[in-house]
């Protein structure tokens, strides 16, 4: 396949507006790629109206099976006067393909699908076989994953490779801090400002329970020698009806970031025991639930995923990558929970412009990454 037919699929993922939604669409250019190749096994697993994941497996039915993962959402695109350009429209300049996407993950999708389509292309006997985990949802819940390993699409396989951005590719991840999404819900008794003693301030209820959640948290003080110490931040607070009113209805949302240290029911028992005790007082009324939490991830540096991973990148790159941890969550948070236990790496094109106005990704490193998957793929399973 020329360069030229590489970086066209690209800019065509770009082009569909699968913003939080409209997978199926993606899912479907991707599919019509397939389709002319008849050893290509295909299937579309609805999530919801206009949300399809798509799985594409190649190769014999002996040997070993390494999974390709990548999901089809993307975030909304912003404000568009901080643009230059359309941002479903794709440019190029300087060597750099923008577009909403292009980093995250667009570019690392379209590295996977034309991997697998290069290998098809040249009838390559594969030692065993890819799977392609295109999912939905995985930038508001990676919902999409947790329903194709529910499904058993993941109890095959041996190795995982995530085309999540590493920052033009400079890092190979094997392990992630796990999140938990949050909103605590308060509710009270609405008053004249002026009598406030005949009203609940939900507000006030709020920060009383943000004060103690933070006092609770102070414990959690262990750190990760790769990922670091667990973070949690409030993000939105919101509530009352007009300035001189007492607000009878609040809520907050936060955002913590977990380490493997502190699996995620320790934090969901703190939030259970603060706000047990609030509740028990006479004036609060106060309510939890949780965003689809992800546990953190534990990985192998030493695995022989990784160990071949660092061997073909550096005939590639000429120089070793870095084995590191990373901050943010992604689809292997679900698709670890399969049946069989099997490694898994993070590692794909994209700058650091992820989720960012003029997002864009390097097109000579979109072009390296596709040869690092075919190659990384064939010497994982003919080991």
């Known amino acids: 396949m020329e360069d030229q037919q590489k970086i066209a699929i690209l800019k065509n993922l770009i082009r569909i507006r699968s913003v939080n939604g409209n997978e199926a669409a993606v899912a479907e250019y991707l599919a019509s790629l397939f389709r002319k190749y008849p050893a290509a096994k295909i299937e579309k697993i609805n999530y919801s109206p206009g949300r399809d994941n798509l799985v594409v497996t190649i190769g014999g039915t002996a040997g070993k099976m390494l999974g390709f993962s990548g999901h089809l959402d993307v975030v909304a695109a912003g404000r568009l006067t901080d643009w230059?350009?359309?941002?479903?429209?794709?440019?190029?300049?300087d060597g750099k393909l923008f577009g909403r996407g292009a980093a995250?993950?667009?570019?690392?999708?379209a590295a996977l699908v034309v991997a697998m389509l290069?290998?098809?292309?040249?009838?390559?006997?594969?030692?065993?076989?890819?799977?392609?985990?295109?999912?939905?949802?995985?930038?508001?819940?990676?919902y999409g994953a947790a329903q194709l390993t529910d499904k058993g699409y993941a109890d095959q396989l041996d190795g995982l490779v995530i085309a999540e951005p590493s920052v033009n590719m400079e890092d190979i991840i094997y392990t992630t801090r796990g999140v938990i999404d949050y909103r605590i819900t308060s509710i009270g008794k609405t008053a004249h400002s002026a009598r406030p003693q005949f009203g609940i301030n939900t507000i006030d209820n709020l920060l009383i329970c943000l004060s103690e959640i933070r006092?609770?948290?102070?414990?959690?003080?262990?750190?990760?020698?790769?990922?670091?110490?667990i973070t949690h931040n409030v993000t939105q607070i919101k509530g009352g009806e007009q300035v001189n009113s007492?607000?009878?209805?609040?809520?907050?949302?936060?955002?913590?970031?977990?380490?493997?240290?502190?699996?995620?029911?320790?934090f969901f028992a703190e939030f259970e025991r603060i706000l047990k005790q609030l509740n028990a007082q006479e004036k609060?009324?106060?309510?939890?639930?949780?965003?689809?939490?992800?546990?953190?991830?534990?990985?192998?540096?030493?695995?022989?995923?990784?160990?071949?991973?660092?061997?073909?990148?550096?005939?590639?790159?000429?120089?070793?990558?870095?084995?590191?941890?990373?901050?943010?969550?992604?689809?292997?948070?679900e698709f670890i929970r399969a049946k069989k236990k099997f490694d898994y790496l993070k590692i794909g094109p994209g700058s650091y412009t992820s989720h960012q106005s003029n997002e864009y990704i390097k097109l000579d490193v979109y072009l390296k990454a596709i040869k690092f998957y075919q190659r990384l793929a064939m010497e994982f399973l003919k080991q």
């Not at 995250?104 to 999708?109: E, F, I, N, P």
Request: glycine share 8%; no cysteine; aromatic share 8%.
């Open 118 to 142: 290069e290998l098809l292309e040249n009838q390559v006997e594969l030692p065993g076989q890819i799977r392609l985990l295109a999912s939905v949802g995985e930038e508001t819940g990676e």
């Open 215 to 229: 006092k609770a948290f102070a414990k959690f003080d262990q750190t990760d020698p790769i990922l670091g110490p």
């Open 284 to 333: 609060f009324k106060l309510a939890i639930s949780y965003m689809y939490p992800q546990e953190a991830v534990l990985g192998r540096a030493d695995s022989e995923l990784i160990k071949t991973a660092q061997t073909v990148y550096q005939t590639i790159w000429q120089h070793p990558a870095k084995i590191t941890g990373g901050l943010g969550s992604n689809d292997s948070a």
């Open 246 to 266: 007492i607000p009878s209805y609040a809520e907050m949302t936060g955002n913590i970031r977990t380490i493997p240290q502190y699996p995620n029911r320790v």
């Open 104 to 109: 995250d993950m667009k570019g690392g999708l």
């Open 84 to 93: 230059q350009h359309d941002p479903f429209d794709p440019w190029i300049t």
